[in-house]
């Protein structure tokens, strides 16, 4: 086999396997695709504002004095907070109140953006999956039909388009489903690091 054709065969063979898992590998392809762009994205999102975030005395100090942090400066969650509260603040003290809690409440909504679309494509990953199993079954019963149970080539085109189908959908749901815990729970964590962020610099107002 020469070099070109050990280089397509792994192609072919994919190739082949969606063929063989029939219609649904279509939307479980573009259900999976969809998926793991959002986690990639939520994934890099939550890193970023994890990252060496700003002390709440640091916080509070350019909230004192009304300095913005440093533009590109990482200073985490807790430096968004601050860089947003500062924006919009109004140098009354209860109207800078709510702002502030306004500012936590947005940016809490805002980590746990799009984990729920995650969790709903990962569930529908197993259901496209079943969906094929009756697809390929019902093709299976229309050849035994036609051809009685002595065709096992024919047989096997329904058989394989219900196990693949099952099997893909399985394959998309299970890691999905897991990456949706993983970034909850690391959502869940900033945003109570953000709401005692919150009430640390309401007490300095």
Same mark, same amino acid.
């Given at each position: %086999? *020469?070099?070109?054709? =050990?280089?397509?065969?792994?192609?072919?063979?994919?190739?082949? !396997? &969606?063929?063989?898992?029939?219609?649904? +590998?279509?939307? @479980?392809?573009?259900?999976?695709?969809? +998926?793991?762009?959002?986690?990639?994205?939520?994934?890099?999102?939550?890193?970023?504002? =994890?990252?060496?975030?700003?002390?709440?005395?640091?916080?509070?100090?350019?909230?004192?004095? /009304?300095?913005?942090?440093?533009?590109?400066?990482?200073? /985490?969650? #807790?430096?968004? &907070?601050?860089?947003?509260? @500062?924006?919009?603040?109004?140098?009354?003290?209860?109207?800078?109140? !709510?702002? &502030?809690?306004?500012?936590? *409440? #947005?940016? =809490?909504?805002?980590?746990?953006?799009?984990?729920?679309?995650?969790?709903?494509?990962?569930?529908?990953?197993?259901?496209?999956?079943?969906?094929?199993?009756?697809?390929?079954?019902?093709?299976?019963?229309?050849?035994?039909?036609?051809?009685?149970?002595?065709?096992?080539?024919? %047989?096997? /085109?329904?058989?394989?388009?219900?196990?693949?189908?099952? =099997?893909?959908?399985?394959?998309?749901?299970?890691? /999905?489903? !897991?990456?949706?815990?993983?970034?909850?729970?690391?959502?869940?964590?900033?945003?109570?690091?953000?709401?005692?962020?919150?009430? !640390?610099?309401?007490?300095?107002?």
């Amino acid at each position: %086999m *020469t070099l070109p054709e =050990q280089l397509l065969a792994p192609c072919q063979q994919l190739a082949d !396997y &969606l063929r063989a898992g029939g219609i649904v +590998m279509l939307p @479980l392809i573009a259900v999976s695709v969809l +998926m793991w762009l959002l986690i990639v994205e939520r994934a890099l999102f939550i890193r970023r504002l =994890q990252r060496r975030s700003m002390s709440f005395e640091d916080a509070g100090e350019h909230l004192r004095s /009304g300095r913005l942090p440093r533009s590109g400066a990482s200073g /985490g969650i #807790t430096g968004l &907070l601050v860089q947003r509260f @500062l924006t919009a603040r109004s140098g009354r003290t209860e109207v800078d109140r !709510y702002i &502030l809690d306004e500012t936590v *409440t #947005t940016l =809490q909504r805002s980590l746990s953006a799009r984990l729920p679309v995650i969790g709903v494509l990962a569930a529908i990953a197993p259901l496209l999956g079943l969906l094929g199993t009756v697809l390929g079954m019902i093709a299976t019963f229309e050849v035994m039909a036609i051809f009685g149970t002595g065709n096992a080539r024919a %047989m096997a /085109g329904g058989i394989s388009e219900a196990l693949i189908s099952t =099997q893909t959908g399985l394959l998309v749901a299970i890691p /999905g489903l !897991y990456m949706k815990g993983f970034l909850d729970r690391r959502a869940g964590n900033l945003a109570k690091h953000l709401g005692a962020a919150g009430l !640390y610099l309401r007490r300095q107002l």
